[in-house]
């Protein structure tokens, strides 16, 4: 199993089918996938369409090559799960007919998607089911890909045999390009969308659908470019009470703090430093939480030097019970901010940043928020 510098391929041991997995589709589907695990708190949303590609059977094996995916977005009327009602179903089919009508195209379905926030990986019932109506015979595909909220995710084809999909995946894999041997993520045309020869147009890909209308309150983050910042009123913070022993406590450890930033400075970045210049400041993230109407717009400093020299990173919430991890990229990183919804009055956060496999470099804060006034008469 070897990837090329533009496809993945997977070809379990003894199989007559072997797929060529286009890094394009795993970028943009992994972030597709990603947005809306993160938009439900513990459980995550699931996404799920058609993939799009070619199918050659002509030296007696079955070689499918996906090139694109068409997103089918739904409301969730039945929970976080990809659930499709009769409108959603029928603009599915609908989709996935037009694919097959198209006139001089050679992309057409061969499979089906989704992602999987329940347990184990599989197909379910309900996909099956959706399958059998829907995708033509001769699609022999079908993609499930688990997102997991501090590690990567995994994903696994499962293959139509006589007719009948297999209950388990022969091979599951890492669907991230880095791990796949695709390198860095680029960018690849697909003429298909636009062919002038086609006599109608090609399905134009859906919108991933906003956080379950069903869901309460949630604690969807999304990873944003930071616009310039307006005047905005400082969290509510409490300052806490306690025995006059621990202010000279608390100044110790703030000397103590800054004798160990100092340290980890002169170590990290290897030249002598001043305190007064570079000790804190060398390593400090900048991480501040300021209100945005019903939200928390949590930010850092992207020009501070960890956050530059660093390929990944980390920011963890608690707020109240919950707690969730999201992870960042060196993009994500430089973009400088997320939204947050918080739950509860008062929500911790730790942005981690890893400039070196073995140095982690991080910032707490604690942020206040005001719960809204009960409405009159209520």
């Known amino acids: 199993m070897v990837a090329s510098s533009t496809h993945y391929l997977w070809q379990p041991a003894g199989s007559r089918v072997t797929i060529h997995l286009s890094f394009d589709v795993v970028d943009r589907l992994l972030v597709d996938v990603t947005r809306a695990f993160s938009a439900v708190p513990r459980r995550g949303a699931e996404v799920g369409g058609l993939l799009l590609g070619t199918i050659d059977r002509s030296t007696g094996t079955t070689e499918v090559t996906i090139e694109d995916f068409e997103p089918v977005p739904i409301v969730y009327e039945k929970g976080p799960s990809?659930?499709?009602?009769?409108?959603?179903?029928?603009?599915?089919?609908?989709?996935?007919?037009?694919w097959s009508s198209l006139?001089?195209?050679?992309?057409?379905?061969?499979?089906?998607?989704?992602?999987?926030?329940?347990?184990?990986?599989?197909?379910?019932?309900?996909?099956?089911?959706?399958?059998?109506?829907?995708?033509?015979?001769?699609?022999?595909?079908?993609?499930?890909?688990?997102?997991?909220?501090?590690?990567?995710?995994?994903?696994?084809?499962?293959?139509?045999?006589?007719?009948?999909?297999?209950?388990?995946?022969?091979?599951?894999?890492?669907?991230?390009?880095?791990?796949?041997?695709?390198?860095q993520a680029g960018r690849v045309d697909r003429p298909w969308r636009t062919n002038p020869g086609a006599e109608q147009e090609a399905p134009a890909s859906a919108v991933i659908a906003t956080p379950p209308a069903w869901a309460p309150p949630t604690a969807a983050v999304a990873v944003e470019r930071p616009a310039p910042l307006t005047a905005l009123e400082a969290p509510n913070r409490r300052r806490p009470q306690g025995?006059?022993?621990?202010?000279?406590?608390?100044?110790?450890?703030?000397?103590?703090?800054?004798?160990?930033?100092?340290?980890?400075?002169?170590?990290?970045?290897?030249?002598?430093?001043?305190?007064?210049e570079s000790?804190?400041?060398?390593?400090?993230?900048?991480?501040?939480?300021?209100?945005?109407?019903?939200n928390l717009h949590v930010r850092w400093n992207r020009e501070s030097r960890?956050?530059?020299?660093?390929?990944?990173?980390?920011?963890?919430?608690?707020?109240?019970?919950?707690s969730k991890t999201v992870e960042l990229d060196a993009g994500q990183l430089q973009?400088?901010?997320?939204?947050?919804?918080?739950?509860?009055?008062?929500?911790?956060?730790r942005l981690e940043v890893y400039p070196r496999d073995s140095l982690t470099i991080s910032e707490v804060i604690e942020a206040r928020v005001a719960q809204p006034a009960p409405e009159a008469g209520r």
Request: aromatic letters at 10%.
């Open 306 to 322: 960890p956050i530059l020299e660093a390929s990944r990173g980390a920011l963890i919430i608690h707020d109240g019970t919950f």
């Open 82 to 98: 990809y659930l499709l009602n009769e409108e959603e179903e029928a603009r599915l089919g609908e989709a996935a007919s037009q």
């Open 335 to 349: 973009n400088g901010s997320v939204i947050y919804r918080p739950l509860s009055e008062q929500i911790r956060f």
């Open 103 to 183: 006139s001089g195209q050679t992309v057409r379905v061969v499979g089906y998607f989704r992602s999987h926030t329940r347990e184990g990986l599989g197909l379910s019932g309900e996909d099956l089911a959706l399958i059998d109506r829907h995708i033509p015979g001769d699609a022999p595909v079908a993609l499930v890909i688990k997102p997991f909220a501090t590690r990567i995710p995994t994903a696994g084809f499962f293959l139509r045999e006589d007719g009948q999909f297999q209950s388990e995946s022969p091979l599951e894999f890492p669907f991230r390009r880095k791990e796949l041997g695709g390198g």
């Open 243 to 276: 025995p006059w022993l621990w202010v000279p406590l608390s100044l110790l450890f703030l000397l103590v703090g800054v004798f160990i930033g100092i340290q980890v400075a002169v170590t990290f970045y290897g030249a002598p430093v001043k305190p007064a």
């Open 279 to 294: 000790g804190l400041q060398a390593i400090a993230l900048g991480l501040a939480a300021d209100p945005s109407g019903r």
